[in-house]
């Protein structure tokens, strides 16, 4: 039912691509879909990807280029010339997909594609599309899609839908526009099915539709997608003429993205790294957070280093939980914000608010976990007096590392800086080192070191 | 063009509810979709709440519902008889969530629901879809759909469309059956619009179409559902009878929740919590990894105390960084398992190459980490042989937090507990324990404490 990537299918297609035995290798894939095609072609030697996707037909060529990883989309692009890329893939491809495949090549070889379409149609909609930013709706969505006029009958409309539905692979929306191609409303195929032909399209549409402008962050449009349940979204330009559709699983990647960042963000990964990536790349993704920890760790150990620990050596002993403690409340806290702010949930909140509720939330932990820290270390044989500073510097800890864990990524978010920025490492390694001073300054109250 | 929720707007609608000025509050929600309604319901004192509820149509009140947080739902039904839940608000929804409510009731309203169901139909749909799991394909899809016959012609097919639309609130797909129910394939509404009204069926249906068993895992139904760009999906039963649909706003849902479930786990954050739940929910969510952190802390207390470290104190200074970059290294790579295995990208990996790319990555960065760490502790005028010390501990603890961190989740997934278990405070406490003997185990051999 569902394609299954084995090594032995890799093994046995590698066979037959070496001996060059191109019906059986057709026999092969000729049940799979794009999507799997693109999965074989990441597993193959470079040369054998080349050889396996030149017998492709051009429009499922096209398809499965969609479809590749990115970098190995841009070395078989290398290999064509402009005239074979418009041809044999662009042609081939719907408008938004076109302008996504011909933003990512040299600027040179983007005109030169372009020139080669031979439908100037789909050519002048990609020109339209590259002018909007990657990451807005204008950047998401496509230009096919069925309108029709508001002033129309239903049989016109099915007539002119007939028409219209040559160039659309997949209709699941029927836009209607006013004479200046502002969007009135949408059409759903019920209405169109259950009334007589002759009724005007103004009179059976539905008004009131959700619509996205072309210049909102993609982000947004997911959560407006999410939050409304739609599967399609018009999207209009500033005089709220449709331009443009975007789908539902365009919005899955973007989600999909958007969380894999948040994730990595937090895990202290730099760059969208998968396992299969490279150990150089996974190391250049790692690397710089771990830097950032070492540079902590050094802070920490001069904050050490100003106390005589010598004297009262005991007091190391707790240097980890409490190094540990403030790192995990930190992140804690900064994760509520980040979920919170990435999810649009934050419309009636305020910083303030919200640092007083997150002062509430650490006094019952911090009192929890400082007085069973306090009975704990004393029935472990700890000194009274050593336990209760570690006591009263967890408590310290817990609250100060939950007030810094909301109030900065709430401090980007205004700069418009990506509050996940705040999670991971970073506010581990601030937290982990002014624990450590509070609890020392505490140390030194109490064990006069 | 976006409803936004103010302050404002609640405290005016506060006001009028005050005053039970009906026909006035009916005018501030009017232009509101139903998901906007449940944000504001969302806002309102629960008697505020109830008072604006019961004003709203029962087409209405029904969406809405299903839009609300769990709790309130609850709350909700909780003051509404089985009579009125069924022909106020269930008969008004379609069967997937009609399911998801009714499996929320109590067990003996549930029944009583049901018999006051005036909608037989969907009466046997929702039964139907009781018995699926609630993380199940099963669960997830809803029994409305289009479908028709691969021995008819266009003619009949439009007319049979015709009646079924009477409960198909949206139409995505048209589903192609045999006699039996098994599915054949889809037919696009461009097919239908660009044939003859005599044409078969069969003939100008798409075969190869995607689709699910009702058993299939909720997180894998969107992995295919991503993957192969779909938007809607149908789903068979053991004998490819058709079943259902499932669109992709559900799995937008879905994917969300999972994302959130895995990010929080790395947060350290236990239930699914938002900036606007109370302080005790938030407590609670959080409560349990900071135990499991001060545990891993009483842990390193002892892994100290087993060490002469009143000799050699100096270690004490970089006891944090050891700490930190173990738990740093291991999150990073339990985060890069866990995101393979959730993506499905896992295909051909197993656990041996995993473990000797990830012993790959950890060298590269043990070895940059440890030359610089030796180079600055020696540097900012720490002993030579402490410097030294440090260093090849660094290296030790990189290396061997990297390989845990990658062997945990791919061990927890092997026997089928979710991985993302691994990240986030507990594989960062474990490190540190063992990072820290590591640490002292070295300073023994070289420093002799």
Redesign the interface.
């Known amino acids: 039912?569902?394609f299954?990537?084995?090594?032995d299918f890799?093994g046995e297609l590698n066979k037959r691509i070496e001996n060059k035995d191109q019906k059986s290798i057709i026999t092969m894939i000729t049940?799979c879909?794009p999507?799997d095609i693109a999965?074989i072609l990441d597993?193959l030697e470079f040369e054998n990807t080349c050889f396996l996707f030149e017998l492709l037909e051009d429009n499922i060529a096209a398809d499965v280029l969609v479809e590749l990883e990115d970098d190995l989309r841009e070395e078989l692009l290398k290999i064509h010339s402009p005239k074979e890329i418009a041809e044999e893939f662009v042609d081939n491809m719907d408008s938004d997909d076109a302008a996504d495949i011909i933003s990512e090549l040299p600027e040179n070889k983007k005109q030169e594609v372009l020139s080669h379409l031979e439908d100037q149609d789909l050519a002048s909609d990609i020109v339209d599309l590259l002018n909007y930013d990657e990451d807005t709706a204008g950047g998401l969505m496509a230009k096919e899609l069925i309108k029709v006029n508001s002033n129309w009958s239903v049989m016109r409309c099915?007539k002119e839908?007939?028409r219209q539905?040559?160039d659309?692979?997949?209709?699941?929306t029927i836009y209607v526009v006013d004479d200046n191609n502002i969007l009135l409303g949408t059409l759903?195929?019920?209405r169109l099915?259950?009334t007589d032909s002759k009724s005007i399209i103004s009179n059976i549409m539905k008004e009131?539709i959700?619509?996205?402008?072309a210049t909102m962050n993609q982000e947004e449009v997911a959560n407006?997608?999410?939050?409304?349940?739609?599967?399609?979204l018009p999207v209009v330009n500033d005089l709220n003429h449709l331009i443009g559709r975007i789908?539902?699983?365009d919005?899955?990647?973007i989600?999909?993205e958007e969380?894999?960042k948040?994730?990595?963000m937090?895990?202290?990964?730099s760059e969208d790294?998968?396992?299969?990536d490279t150990?150089?790349e996974?190391?250049r993704a790692?690397?710089p957070?771990?830097?950032i920890?070492?540079i902590?760790?050094?802070f920490?150990?001069?904050v050490?280093?100003i106390f005589d620990?010598?004297k009262n050596?005991q007091?190391?002993?707790?240097?980890?939980?409490?190094?540990?403690?403030g790192?995990?409340?930190g992140?804690?806290s900064?994760?509520?914000?980040v979920?919170?702010l990435a999810?649009g949930?934050?419309?009636?909140?305020n910083i303030s608010q919200?640092l007083i509720?997150e002062l509430?939330?650490a006094l019952?932990?911090g009192i929890?976990?400082s007085s069973?820290?306090l009975l704990?270390?004393y029935l472990?044989g700890?000194s009274l007096l050593l336990s209760i500073t570690v006591s009263i510097a967890l408590l310290s800890v817990?609250i100060f590392a939950a007030l810094f864990g909301t109030f900065i990524p709430l401090t980007l978010d205004k700069y418009k800086i990506d509050p996940a920025l705040a999670?991971?490492?970073f506010i581990?390694?601030i937290n982990?080192?002014l624990g450590?001073f509070i609890y020392f300054l505490i140390g030194q109250l109490i064990l006069s070191i």
């Not at 299954?4 to 090594?7: A, S």
């Open positions: 039912m569902k299954e990537l084995t090594k890799i049940d879909h999507a999965e597993e099915v839908m007939r539905a040559e659309v692979e997949l209709v699941y759903s195929l019920k099915l259950l009131d959700i619509k996205v402008s407006t997608m999410n939050k409304y349940d739609l599967i399609v789908t539902a699983d919005v899955m990647d989600m999909k969380a894999e948040d994730y990595q937090a895990s202290g990964i790294v998968e396992s299969s150990v150089w996974i190391t790692r690397l957070w771990l830097l920890g070492m902590g760790g050094l920490g150990a001069k050490i280093g620990i010598e050596y007091m190391a002993f707790f240097i980890p939980l409490i190094a540990a403690m790192g995990n409340v992140v804690q900064a994760a509520i914000v979920q919170s999810g949930t934050y419309t009636l909140g919200r509720k509430g939330v019952v932990n929890i976990c069973i820290i704990a270390a472990l700890y817990i999670t991971g490492p581990t390694t982990d080192v450590l």
